[in-house]
């Protein structure tokens, strides 16, 4: 009754008339049905897409019901979603993890709290993190001079153990040369820096060993930054342009290219 009335139809008031009835109970019972049926096929259009795109959120939905024609916002929609149980999971990303601070080796103080260097080869921080690649994850290793933010060891491998730290840590031996007992290595309590082989490499060089406090990422904030700007400017924002780069890598043959900006890497030492 109330669409666009053909050429010649009745309108409401003529058809109210003509049933014996008021317009003004037409309109209380419109209000009581008319809704209900409107609603129930929102819920329905809901439930349809909600099926065929199993990702879609509520915003993705309340634009395709518009682009359909249905006069819908997205708050309606996130109602109806809630109560029909129709919201989409979201699946956490795999996050390879680089850190297994429990373990059974000796974890030494922190000597690196609020140390301000003032030349090189006083302090280098050292961390891992995992590199996401076209045909897998690789880790990688780096050692940095505090001081001139310069990397100064690094290895790039596709297993995570204490061998991809030592090869950081000896490619910076080389390059640098420490003065005996001037050196603090900083890193966190992962394992790999807390077993006995790289504490005992450590000392052989007479460098003093330094760990992180637990749960905190602040210590070691400038090996921390170095792994997120590499990570944004050269991984995730600047594509490999061809996949036969990164077969090398899981090889353990080639080396990977180098970046056209940000930090360059030193030329690495294999142990």
């Known amino acids: 009754m109330t669409a666009a009335l053909p050429q010649g139809g009745l309108p409401v008031e003529r058809l109210c008339a003509l049933a014996g ?17 409107e609603e129930t096929a929102v819920r329905d259009a809901i439930q349809r897409l909600a099926l065929a795109h199993r990702h879609y959120g509520y915003r993705r939905i309340a634009a395709q019901l518009r682009r359909e024609g249905m006069a819908v916002n997205r708050k309606r929609v996130l109602r109806l979603m ?16 680089t ?27 050292a961390d891992i ?4 690649l ?27 153990d204490v061998n991809l730290a030592l090869a950081a840590l000896d490619m910076a031996l080389v390059a640098r040369r420490p003065a005996p007992d001037s050196l603090i290595h900083h890193s966190d309590r992962g394992v790999q ?21 637990v749960g905190n990422p602040y210590d ?20 490999y342009r061809d996949a036969a780069v990164h077969r090398p890598l899981h090889r353990g043959g080639l080396q990977p290219p180098a970046p056209a900006f940000g930090p360059r890497l030193p030329t690495p030492c294999r142990v």
């Open 21 to 37: 009835v008021s317009r003004a109970g037409y309109y209380r019972r419109w209000q009581d049905a008319r809704p209900r049926r």
């Open 82 to 97: 809630r109560e029909d149980n129709l919201l989409c999971l979201r699946k956490r990303a795999f996050v390879p993890a």
């Open 99 to 125: 850190t297994a601070s429990r373990h059974h080796w000796r974890v030494v103080p922190n000597l690196a709290r609020g140390m301000q260097p003032t030349g090189l080869d006083q302090l280098w921080v």
């Open 129 to 132: 993190t995992y590199v996401r």
């Open 134 to 160: 076209a045909e897998g994850v690789a880790y990688l290793a780096a050692v940095i001079d505090a001081f001139s933010r310069r990397v100064v060891g690094w290895a790039l491998e596709r297993y995570l």
């Open 193 to 213: 820096y807390a077993c006995e082989d790289y504490i005992a490499r450590l000392a052989a060089h007479r460098i003093r060993p330094s760990m992180s406090r």
């Open 220 to 239: 070691n904030a400038k090996a921390e930054s170095f792994m997120k700007t590499l990570k944004q400017e050269e991984v995730d924002g600047r594509a």
